[in-house]
């Protein structure tokens, strides 16, 4: 099954519905970015993840 994205918080999942945010997925995203441990992450920071996963850098 294709990759989608969420339209709210990014998260990379193969659904139709986000299971963190509830919100609808697309399969139009580019980029991601994997987060392991979003305290010390900088780059969680600036794209304001709170949590570890896989994240899309752009959803349409």
Known sequence: ???RA????????????CVVCKTPTSSDWM?????I???KSEIAKK???AAK???ALRVR
């Open 6 to 17: 969420c339209k709210e918080c990014g998260r990379i999942t193969e659904l139709d519905v």
């Open 1 to 3: 099954m294709k990759e």
């Open 37 to 39: 441990d979003a305290e």
């Open 47 to 49: 794209l304001n993840i």
């Open 53 to 55: 996963g896989r994240y």
């Open 31 to 35: 980029g991601y970015v994997s987060v």
